[in-house]
């Protein structure tokens, strides 16, 4: 197999020996003028290192696939990458009562910069790079003959800027069986409507499940407000735990209009409680004008950091979010708050709330600290794949 080889800048080598799976621009010493998805072969002082995909159309210029020179980019090596992964869900996954996870967590399966998510035997595929879309039929081939349960595959990365901007856009029909607009999942006993087709991301944030399982334990008996709620995960679960009343709010109406209908399917009178189509930010300050309270406060924003230059202000907005929502926390309540945002560490997170409480002038007790499940891997040589922080506390 003739292969394209880059050279690597002196020393950087050792970084992706270590595991590391990113390769930015300044690295290489001369970028090729190839298509995106070209197979290349990172080396240095002639030695081989790495073989990844090329994107020239991303800072990251290459993802590395394998550290095994003898190891081809093929449709075998995409069906062991798939059937590793749904061996490590079905070893660390409690699947009793829940038929949806992520199957593969880009880095985090070795496939950088892909994204499937299973629900209920449909595949929803997002390619976060220009440099796999050469590979996407392999990848559905992959998933069709390594997933047995797998009904059908829904793409998702082929949507307007804009679109992605916001987190949505339009999926078709890969391969198999037609999914229906909405694709009713089971979690943990819960169920939910999917719209895998149009819904932020793949449709669903599943990468919140335990959590969601917490808050049901967490609700009994509390009055809930469920801030950035989408489609009401937070709230059903709430709901279902025996909570006292659950207000749910988002700037999509969309999502709050699925959220009643997720509160229906599950047997909860959705009257019985408040949804609202709203600004997060203009409700909360309403409700501290109005001297409103809650015994459960819910934070679950969408990314404040997408690059790197807007870290800080991310941080300042955590702590400004948190000490605005602490305002509308009972005494002996809770706030379980929320961070996407990859850039912003766990540190830096909790340093924003620690903030809000001095801000605010409470004491706040730290109940619970999670991080992502085990569908959503980090390895160790990437740090950035830490993305999902989520904390529990305590105002005494």
Known sequence: MSVLKLSLRTGLGKHIRAGHPWVFRKAIEHAPKVPAGSVVDLVEAGRFVARGYFDPLSPISVRVLTRDASEAIDLCFFERKVAAALELRRALIDLEGTDSFRLLHGEGDGLPGVVVDLYAGFAVVRLYSAGLRPYREMLVEALSRRVPELLGVIGRDEVPEQEEREGKGSGRMLWGRPAPELIEIRERGARFWVDAYGGQKTGFFLDQRENRALIRRLARGREVLNCFSFTG?????????????????????????LARQNFELNGLD???????????????????????????????????????????AAIDGYASLNRQALALVREGGLLATASCSARVSPEAFLGAVKEAAYKVGVDLALVEERYQPPDHPIRLQFPEGRYLKFLVLGLP
């Open 270 to 312: 959705a009257a019985a409680h408040d949804f609202l189509a709203a600004d997060v930010f203009e409700l909360i300050a309403s409700f501290r004008k109005e001297g409103r309270t809650f015994d459960l406060v819910i934070l679950d924003p969408p990314a404040f950091a997408k690059a790197q230059r807007a870290v800080q």
């Open 233 to 257: 995960g937070f709230s059903v679960n709430a709901a279902l735990g025996g909570a006292r009343s659950v207000f749910s709010v988002d700037q999509d109406a969309g999502a709050i209009a």
